[in-house]
């Protein structure tokens, strides 16, 4: 009887377990059954909600436009250049003397014929009044015999050694006076002085410098291109140029001269341009990149950021009308020469035409778009409008 017992109970536990994984396995076929039916009818719902952004192939996409307009193009060469002044000079001393004066200050503004140093000159001073009095004897005696040359009462070999010792003594006068003039420094030019580098009193030998004076009212760029640049560069072609000093500003001038000859060693020929510097913020010595911009032109543009270079081409998305609406279309160009954030177009636009700036990663070709309004792209826009060059 024991041994019947424990094999019934033993049946009922094995019956009971079997049909307990039976209900387990038949509630998870009713919930996963509900929850694909909930999530069938969910999701045309989600797809279909209020507000979704549209997506598919029939769904508007909002881009930000720009037009295409004309613009001033320049075949543009790039060189360092270094400022000079339009006249410039070292002070220094003809002789060698003690320095009596000095009539400048570092950074003074000086106009043409200003005395600015002066040497010491007590003994040539002295020489040269001897000599202006001999100088006025003798031409007082020449105009006496002359006088009496004129009346008859003396000789022509009288009157011509007359004249002969009034003409030495005139020369005496004159070398007197050039040796006090050799003591003396004027400017030549009118312009700025630089930092003094003598004093009153201290002893000067020809070649040592005193100052400078720089006349700045006018800058002297030089730069050097290569040779088979040359036809770019002539008389009156366009320059801007620009220094570390003054990062915002472009300095505008022209082409003076273009050297004769080409330097055999770097193969390249030195250009001389002239740039107003009224304001006198460029100094002689900097150090300018230079743009030349020859062979200017008039061309239809577009911002680069509207351009997708391709392997083979490039390529823009050109606005048009559209049953409906307005479209993207995929149109090829031919761009030229590229500055400033704008490309020129040769080929494939017109002006008027309008291109899409931004919203490039949504839109396909074909896709109807919705341009933005002015107001939500005005501050693209600012960026975006062609400027003129410099």
Known sequence: MLGLARRYSFAAVVAI???LMALLVLGKAVLGGGDGGDSAKAAPAAHGR???????????????VTSVEMH?????????????????????????????????????????GQVLVQMSSVEQGADLAEARAAN???????????????????????????RAAADAAEARFNAGASRIADRTIVAPFGGIVGLRTASPGQYVRPGDQIGTLDDVSEIKLDFTVPETQIARVREDVEIVARTAAYPDRLFSGQIANVDSRVDPTTRTVRVRAMLPNEDEVIRPGMLMTVEVRSNPRQAAAIPEIAIQDRADGSYVYRVAAAEGGQQAELVRIRTGARAGGVAEVLEGLGVGD????????????GQPVQVAPASESRGNAAELQLRPRG
């Open 136 to 162: 006025q004897a003798a031409q007082e005696d020449l105009r006496r015999t002359q006088e009496l040359f004129d009346r008859g009462f003396a000789s022509q070999a009288r009157l011509d050694t007359v």
């Open 17 to 19: 377990g079997l049909a």
């Open 50 to 64: 209020p507000g979704a952004r549209p997506g598919g192939p029939g769904g508007a996409a909002t881009v930000v």
């Open 72 to 112: 001033t193009f320049t075949d543009g060469l790039q060189a360092l250049g270094t400022a000079q002044a339009r006249e410039s000079i070292v002070l220094t001393p003809k002789v060698a003397d003690t320095i009596r004066a000095l009539r400048f200050d570092s950074g003074d503004r000086v106009r043409r």
């Open 354 to 365: 309008q291109v899409v700036v931004e919203g490039l990663q949504t839109v396909r070709p």
